[in-house]
Nanobody
Framework: QVQLVESGGGLVQAGGSLRLSCAAS????????IGWYRQAPGKQRELVAN???????NYADSVKGRFTISRDNAKNTVYLQMNSLKPEDTAVYYC?????????WGQGTQVTVSS
């Protein structure tokens, strides 16, 4: 089992920055992919960014150049640094991990960007 706890959401003005954190616990060594998804009201959940165990990183086109995903293995934590935020980035952000043949989700953290 892998447990994920997000933190760092909040309200920010357009153009501002936020950093989300996702603390992982449990069977961490079995994680093959870890990253962030988001879901805006009335929309499907979408991938924002993820890190694969071989080091590859993927970003959604809408966040490339503005968001940066990183991980601190010593702290078992994955971060999402979000810069130049736009109102359309408003959503609940979820941490997600794939391990063995399962996946885990965090509880989500709200990010609201005002115009």
């Amino acid at each position: 089992q892998v447990q994920l706890v997000e933190s760092g959401g909040g309200l920010v003005q357009a153009g501002g920055s936020l950093r989300l954190s996702c603390a992982a616990s449990g069977s961490i060594s079995s994680i093959t992919v870890i990253g962030w998804y988001r879901q805006a009201p009335g929309k499907q959940r979408e991938l924002v960014a993820n890190i694969i165990s071989d080091g590859r990183i993927n970003y959604a086109d809408s966040v490339k150049g503005r968001f940066t995903i990183s991980r601190d293995n010593a702290k078992n934590t994955v971060y999402l640094q979000m810069n130049s935020l736009k109102p359309e980035d408003t959503a609940v952000y979820y941490c997600n991990a794939y391990y063995l043949r399962n996946q885990s989700w965090g509880q989500g953290t709200q990010v609201t960007v005002s115009s």
